[in-house]
């Protein structure tokens, strides 16, 4: 059976993918686009609609209704006032055509590391997340783990020749990456799951999870050559943060920059993986997993210049 979606951040890393899968289901899609925002897909089943979410002002008018939200939204900077309009006001935007049309489900794309909320764009997405739950919109919340393109920013650099860099003994944290083509399906599937009906979902994508020190190795083995590792403190990022932090309280921009430090000192230190609070850690064995497609297949895929991950403002080196 057809189902009419509208699909919100369906220009972002993983929209775009929710958009081709739903598509390929021959599903009618509404692609929710910015204004400026260059866009290249065409098939018979996809609508486009550009509106501003974080704009007052009516947006739902110009679309015929449709039967389920896929959100893919993400502020693209992280950065404290971009996080609120973005994680919190759009999605509500977005909840409030939920309601009017009566979606049979909102599937939410959220992040695993919101299980310890110390920025503000993990406090905006909880936020977001507790709004949607107490909607009386049928929802789906899912906690994905670390994106491929999350840990491939650094294959550039090391096919020029520069040392592959990891935090403390880039051992210091863990995730199970997905791909994805693999999590816009496992997404996809979820519209019409009635398990995942008021459900949170943690995912990764197949094990075992990977440190950052494998991952160099992992680039050695598929090079063929040794991949020089420095090391760097972690800690650098916070004292980076506490310099900018009174300057913050003058200037946006550098408390952004600040907010940033604490992002990067967040993802040096923390894994992305499940959070066991009866054990107080990660838990690799107790984060599920999804789809097929292993790091080292995404890793190939760039080497031999098939692939390409725009990184955007995510890019840390
Ligand atoms: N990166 C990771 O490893 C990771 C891991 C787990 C979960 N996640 C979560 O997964 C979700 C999707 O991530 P992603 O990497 O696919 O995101 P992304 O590539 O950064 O895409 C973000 C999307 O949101 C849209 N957007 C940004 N600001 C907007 C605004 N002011 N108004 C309307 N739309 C706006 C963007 O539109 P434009 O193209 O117009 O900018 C784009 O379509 C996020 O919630 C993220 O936190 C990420």
Request: aromatic share 8%; with cysteine.
């Amino acid at each position: 059976m057809t189902t009419r979606v509208l699909v919100a951040g369906a220009s972002g890393y993983i929209g775009r993918h929710v958009v081709m899968e739903l598509l390929r289901r021959e599903h009618e899609v509404v692609a929710l686009l910015r204004r400026d925002t260059t866009w290249d897909l065409n098939h018979p089943n996809l609508e486009t609609v550009r509106v501003e979410l974080t704009e007052p002002g009516a947006w739902t008018g110009a679309i015929q209704p449709c039967s389920a939200i896929v959100s893919c939204l993400a502020s693209r900077t992280g950065g404290v006032e971009d996080a609120r309009r973005v994680e919190f006001d759009a999605n509500s935007e977005l909840l409030k055509a939920a309601v009017s049309w009566q979606v049979s489900r909102f599937v939410l794309l959220s992040a695993i590391c919101v299980q310890k909320p110390r920025l503000a764009f993990q406090r905006e997405k909880l936020r977001f997340e507790g709004a949607l739950q107490s909607s009386g919109v049928p929802w789906t919340i899912v906690r994905a783990t670390a994106f491929f393109k999350s840990l491939s920013g650094q294959i550039e650099r090391v096919l020029s020749g520069k040392p592959f860099f990891v935090f403390g003994d880039g051992t210091l944290t863990a995730c199970k990456p997905i791909a994805e083509e693999d999590l816009a399906a496992y997404l996809v599937d979820r519209l019409r799951d009635p398990a995942a009906a008021g459900v949170i979902l943690p995912v990764g994508g197949p094990g075992p999870a990977i440190t950052p020190r494998e991952q160099a190795a992992l680039l050695a083995r598929l090079l063929g050559k040794p991949v020089p590792v420095r090391a760097l403190p972690p800690g650098l990022f916070l004292l980076f943060a506490a310099v900018l932090k009174p300057l913050g309280f003058f200037s946006s921009r550098l408390r952004d920059r600040e907010e940033f430090f604490r992002i990067a000192h967040f993802y040096a230190t923390e894994s992305m993986l499940l959070w066991s609070e009866e054990s107080q850690q990660y838990r690799a064995d107790l984060t599920p997993e999804a789809g097929s497609k292993g790091l080292e297949d995404c890793y190939r895929g760039l080497i031999d210049g098939d692939a390409t991950h725009d990184l955007g403002e995510h890019k840390l080196f």
